[in-house]
């Protein structure tokens, strides 16, 4: 072995340490950094969201998501329609090969936790099952990152107050 060949071998194993810390496998489906905001109390819904990566050649279907801090889980999609964010609600999430989805504030996909059933707190963590039609169940774990920012927030979530008094 050179040293050449030692030091890549050394830098790969400490960067597939980095990943395996928050990063899951659908079959060949990598599943990255499932994160969610922390919430005010009272905050009836909050946004989850996860990278998905298909490094394998068959295709599968993000179908559905649960968690026992909410009542449902819906995946929904954001989009800019006259200048007026709109959320809706999709069916599945197509993951054909090669497929990067990269879920973030305010654009694209996320994951809606409806009705929680208690209040996300920045440094907690909560399990959240993904359901892929062919993989089937998936258990990740959700990390809570700080409250956005005010801008961010109004932005994300148009139909929601900001109830401080
Ligand atoms: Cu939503």
Do not use: C, W
């Amino acid at each position: 072995m050179s040293l050449r060949t030692v030091s890549l071998f050394s830098l790969s194993m400490l960067l597939s340490g980095a990943a395996l810390s928050h990063e899951y496998k659908a079959g060949d489906i990598a599943i990255a950094h499932p994160h969610a905001r922390a919430t005010v109390p009272g905050q009836p819904a909050a946004a989850a969201y996860i990278g998905l990566d298909n490094a394998g050649k068959a295709g599968d279907k993000l179908v559905g998501a649960s968690s026992p801090v909410a009542k449902s889980v819906e995946i929904h999609t954001m989009s800019m329609d006259n200048n007026v964010m709109r959320m809706r609600e999709v069916k599945a999430i197509e993951l054909a090969p090669g497929a990067k989805i990269s879920m973030k504030p305010g654009d694209g996909y996320h994951l809606m936790l409806l009705g929680l059933t208690k209040e996300l707190k920045a440094g907690d963590k909560f399990p959240m099952t993904l359901v892929f039609e062919k993989f089937g169940p998936l258990e990740v774990s959700v990390s809570v990152d700080a409250p956005k920012p005010k801008a961010e927030a109004a932005a994300a979530m148009p139909a929601e107050h900001d109830h401080q008094h």
